[in-house]
């Protein structure tokens, strides 16, 4: 044997054994950490908020702080685009092929994109909330996206409104984009099937840390206006494409069209024993909530969730990988953190624990929850990225892009 295979199986060898280890032993350390706090903050909430943080660590935020202002203004922002989203998903109709724009970097905050199938023909519109308080022309005024898109297709008018409620002066002005925003995404490939196929074909889309990074955080951010609204209900990786622009953005969307059967069913399960109980709890932002997290889970794990079941007994929803092991939300946070970073560790922690841990499953107003938690991550997040961009150095977890699917 030669002196360099020696090498290669006495030192080499144990190297990548010594790796393993290390990785084993720094998914679990994050697993005490996060478990750690969790106890410290149900046990000692006021000595839990004065601890100082490092950036991705929780931020409590206290009752008269100035941040507490700005976060409750920003739910109730959040509630506003909740109502429009509503509203909207009324007026898309039945039997047509709608797809939402979850994260479309180019419109205002307030606006949302649609690609929307009609007679056999895919249109892109771009809707942004109005008032509407009197009705001067009625042809300018239609009831749902079927009857206001045709007269932007003739040109007929550069924009219309519609007021899918009579009930409400809550409208929408509706046109076309001057650029694409959604079309480009149409016949691309899911995240599941990126996911399932990776490295099958030589052409194979390839899902690099900085995309897993910012979709997760698009995906976050712009789910935040849908928790509670009955799009969130199809959110799955099967419904969900990406891709990235020119200019170095990343634009996501969700068709509208039942996901993975399994899941929804096991999620409705859970809803209905809920509403059953004494205290008809009604866990519909929970459940989305956990549908996002299991989106970010699939997306920095590469690798689907083998799937979810919802245990009578405790009240609350098992997941399970795909070696068929049982793994909890902390868990599963842990190494995704230890592939990708602290802060989409911490996002996908928080949405899986909705139906993991009783307190949460009891919190009426979870969405402030998922401000507080899942935003702030989502926007330092947002920070690392342009930094990854512009080429600067921030502090990343060592576990990189691994795809192996490894739980210690």
Known sequence: MSWSRKFHYSVLGKMEHLEGLLKGLYVKLNSLERLSDLCLEKEHPDIFS????????????KVGEGRMDSVQGKILDALAGRKDAELLHRASGEGNKVHIGLSVPQIHKRDFAFLLSLSGSTHEVLVHPVKIKAINNPKRIQTDFSTAIPPLIKKEHTECYMLPSASTSAGFEVRIPPANLLSDLEYKDSLSTIIREQNAFLGSQILYPLDQSAIASGIAQGCFRLIGSQWLQFLDCSNIRWRRTKEGKWTSMLTVTPGNASVTRTLEQCRKTNQQRRDK??????????????????????SPISYIDYDEVTNTMKLFFNNGMEVDANRIAAEV???????LGNMVFFCLNALQDQDAMSDKSIEGSYFNEVLKNAEQLDAQVKADRSGASMPRSSGGGSSRDVFY
């Not at 004065?50 to 935020?61: C, M, Q, S, T, Y």
């Not at 953190?337 to 802060?343: D, H, I, L, Y």
Request: charged content about 30%.
């Open 50 to 61: 004065e601890i100082k943080r490092l950036p991705g660590r929780k931020v409590i935020l």
């Open 281 to 302: 709890r009604d866990l519909l932002k929970h459940i989305q909530i956990f549908r996002i997290g299991l989106v970010m889970a699939e997306l920095a794990l590469k």
């Open 337 to 343: 953190q230890s592939r990708s970073n602290e802060f």
